[in-house]
């Protein structure tokens, strides 16, 4: 082999180990993104099932199927309003992350894993509070002077839920704001705690 073949050779070797350094710096991108978006869902989760979110649940949850069994002092009427805003807030930045992911989602893919992931996760809980921020709100209204003002606060878990049952992860019976009564698939409906 001549001069010439060997650089021909050198420079052919030269390509193909740049596109091979490409493609296993794309599968490397491809992997880390997927996990950063797996990450993004998890964290979104542990948002909704730890800490202040997780203490406002009990409260709001008690209100879903009890009652304050009492006239609240003013004091833990504020308590119970307080864990109201913070759990539908809460919802609002699961909707925010998931929205941001599925924007995120490759041309041409309607869903991918972390979407899916995320879905799963949070899916029960909003079928859960879709009665129970209803029964809750109501309830709060009429031991306070006047009506819980959510409307805003409650538009994202309102975009939340359509988007689940549209997935086919909640139940269409349910609605954003109101609790259909009697054909509320809620289980505080069959024990007839509402």
């Given at each position: ?91 609002e930045r699961i909707e925010a992350g998931r929205t941001s992911l599925v924007r995120g989602i490759a041309r041409g893919e309607r869903s991918d894993d972390a979407v899916e992931y995320l879905d799963d996760l949070v899916a029960w809980h909003v ?68």
């Amino acid at each position: 082999m001549g001069a010439e073949e060997w650089s021909a050779l050198a420079g052919v070797s030269s390509t193909v180990l740049a596109l091979v350094a490409v493609a296993v710096a794309l599968v490397a991108f491809r992997s880390e993104h997927q996990r950063a978006r797996f990450e993004g869902a998890r964290a979104l989760h542990h948002d909704l099932t730890t800490g202040e979110v997780a203490a406002a649940r009990k409260i709001v949850g008690s209100l879903h199927y009890g009652d304050f069994g009492f006239t609240p002092s003013p004091a833990d009427l504020s308590q119970a309003l307080t864990s109201y805003f913070t759990l539908l807030w809460c919802f609002e930045r699961i909707e925010a992350g998931r929205t941001s992911l599925v924007r995120g989602i490759a041309r041409g893919e309607r869903s991918d894993d972390a979407v899916e992931y995320l879905d799963d996760l949070v899916a029960w809980h909003v079928a859960e509070y879709a009665c129970g921020f209803a029964i809750a709100r109501r309830k709060l209204s009429e031991v306070s002077a006047e009506e819980v003002s959510d409307a805003d606060s409650a538009s994202g878990f309102g975009r939340l839920l359509l988007a689940l049952q549209e997935r086919g992860l909640v139940d269409r019976a349910y609605r954003a704001a109101t609790c259909p009564g009697a054909g509320c698939p809620c289980a505080c409906h069959h024990q007839g705690e509402c």
